[in-house]
């Protein structure tokens, strides 16, 4: 190639700057976009999201099962000792379950006859974890169902014990849980015998501290945390876990849920709780579509048995 | 008849985004799900460095911006300040490529923790002047000199398994200039 006087060289590094000036400005201004309107841009990234990453579950499927068994493999050793530790539990809790049920029959005969109804809309549907959140500083999983199976922001996410967090963010197939471990959760609760109400605030520790307390003189470790429906953001009573003081004499909460390995997560249905926001409703209600005009159904014990199972577990 | 070095430029474009999706993909795995554990190294920072550092020519500016703006996506970090960081972090080595290509490696060790260290402390002004909520201090230490330390092995890794190395002396780019 022949090289003129003016070489295309000589434009080449002014004009390369200004492109590359632009590309940074592009970004930043994304990032303002973000700053500005975060809801919008978080949607745009739950759609992205929700657009890219089913798409390789074929690959996060055996992956994460290899890793699982490896570490399989490390505790191999100790299996037979768990084998049996395990089996003398099992006999234990045969013994907890035939008072469990015999209890559950005695509530649901008392519930009968007092005509209690506890919160039937309280169905699940159970999603299963298809990624974590990547990132060593942010506690979140992602669930493959999403508004495509009904699931609304701000339900509550919890495993067969538990409760895990709450959903954030959903896209048409899936839907993101913020852990209760992450440093921008928090779940007011209530401390069970006490009947103390707190907050419960994550700080991308193991067992998230209380806040909030009143007397945490009245709080002894052990305690059980469930939470307390404040806010009308989480059902109430779902269990949470059991108080313990920090070596900081911090109080904190060991969670119930087992969050070494989150596999399957049961997101609760929730209807919002209704909220009086403006008198004139109570005055004259504006039914939109009256689904049932009639007495009330009659209380549904069944579907709170997952709840009462649960409660005596803890 | 395509020209070879062009094909290995465009080889080790593909290669970056490939690696790049599988170290997203690899810590995205939901296999720890506990907090409170020290965050390894950001792998793709370093090997981005790595190679702008060795190979200018391999990474144009926005490639990078691409593949990291996904990973802030995928990360769940704000979009486009990292990438954005990044990109002026790359454009810094490579406006001075000419410069640093008869450095040791150690000297060059140092630059690059230079650069990761403004790089994180631009970061973390900019979430000040935003009022964003800042990560814990240490962490994010930790992580930043977990990087450094990872560094030397992205580059050793590069070299051996990837075919990233400085050009020699007569080597010329695709378009038949001299590095």
Redesign the interface.
């Known amino acids: 190639?022949a090289k003129k006087a003016a070489s295309p060289?000589d434009f080449a590094r002014p004009v390369r700057r200004l492109?590359?000036g632009l590309?940074?400005v592009l970004?930043?201004?994304?990032?303002?976009?973000?700053?500005i309107d975060s809801p919008r841009?978080e949607r745009i990234?739950a759609e992205?999201?929700d657009r890219?990453?089913p798409g390789?579950d074929w690959?996060?499927l055996p992956?994460?099962k290899s890793?699982?068994m490896l570490r399989g493999f490390q505790s191999y050793t100790a299996l037979y000792e768990q084998n049996n530790e395990l089996r003398q539990e099992l006999q234990k809790m045969r013994a907890w379950k035939e008072a469990a049920l015999q209890l559950e029959q005695q509530n649901a005969r008392l519930l009968d006859l007092n005509q209690v109804r506890l919160d039937p809309k309280l169905t699940h549907v159970t999603g299963v974890?298809?990624?974590?959140?990547?990132?060593?500083?942010?506690?979140?999983?992602?669930l493959n169902v999403g508004a495509r199976d009904g699931l609304r922001d701000g339900w509550a996410a919890m495993d067969g014990i538990g409760l895990v967090g709450r959903i954030s963010g959903v896209g048409a197939r899936t839907a993101r849980v913020i852990?209760l471990?992450?440093?921008?959760s928090r779940v007011p609760v209530v401390v069970q015998p006490s009947g103390q109400r707190a907050l419960l605030t994550g700080d991308?520790?193991?067992a998230p501290p209380l806040d909030f307390l009143e007397k945490p003189d009245l709080i002894r470790p052990g305690d059980r945390v469930v939470t307390s429906g404040d806010g009308g953001m989480l059902p109430a009573g779902l269990l949470v876990g059991s108080v313990a003081q920090g070596p900081d004499r911090r109080l904190r909460v060991i969670l119930a849920a087992d969050?070494?390995?989150?596999e399957f997560l049961r997101v609760l249905r929730s209807h919002g709780l209704e909220t009086i926001a403006d008198p004139g409703r109570l005055v004259a209600p504006a039914p939109p579509s009256a689904s049932f005009v009639g007495p009330m159904p009659a209380p549904r014990p069944v579907v709170t048995e997952g709840g009462a199972a649960e409660a005596s577990d803890g | 008849m395509v020209d070879p070095a062009l094909r290995e430029i465009w080889q080790h474009r593909a290669i970056y985004v490939a690696v790049a999706a599988g170290l997203?993909?690899?810590?995205?795995?939901?296999?720890?799900?506990?907090?409170?554990?020290?965050?390894?190294p950001d792998l793709l920072l370093c090997l981005t460095l790595a190679w702008v550092q060795r190979r200018p020519d391999y990474l144009p500016?926005?490639l990078v911006?691409a593949v990291i703006?996904a990973e802030d996506?995928?990360?769940?970090?704000?979009?486009?300040?990292w990438?954005?960081l990044t990109?002026?972090g790359a454009?810094f080595l490579r406006s001075r490529a000419a410069l640093t290509r008869e450095l040791s490696f150690l000297m060059e060790w140092l630059l690059i923790a230079a650069v990761m260290v403004v790089l994180f402390l631009a970061g973390r002004l900019a979430h000040a002047v935003?009022f964003?909520?800042q990560?814990?201090f240490g962490?994010?230490t930790a992580?930043v000199l977990a990087s450094i330390l990872a560094y030397p092995l992205v580059v050793g890794l590069s070299r051996v398994a990837l075919g990233v190395h400085k050009p020699g002396m007569g080597e010329v780019d695709a378009r038949?200039?001299r590095f």
């Open positions: 190639m060289e492109l590359v590309l940074v970004l930043l201004a994304i990032f303002l976009f973000w700053r841009a990234r992205i999201i890219v990453l390789f690959v996060f992956v994460t890793v699982e974890v298809l990624a974590d959140s990547g990132s060593p500083f942010r506690q979140s999983v992602l852990l471990t992450d440093a921008s991308n520790s193991i969050y070494e390995r989150l | 997203i993909l690899l810590r995205l795995l939901p296999v720890n799900t506990t907090p409170g554990r020290l965050p390894g500016a926005g911006a703006l996506l995928f990360m769940l970090r704000p979009p486009g300040l990438a954005a990109v002026l454009e935003m964003l909520p990560i814990g962490y994010a992580q038949g200039r």
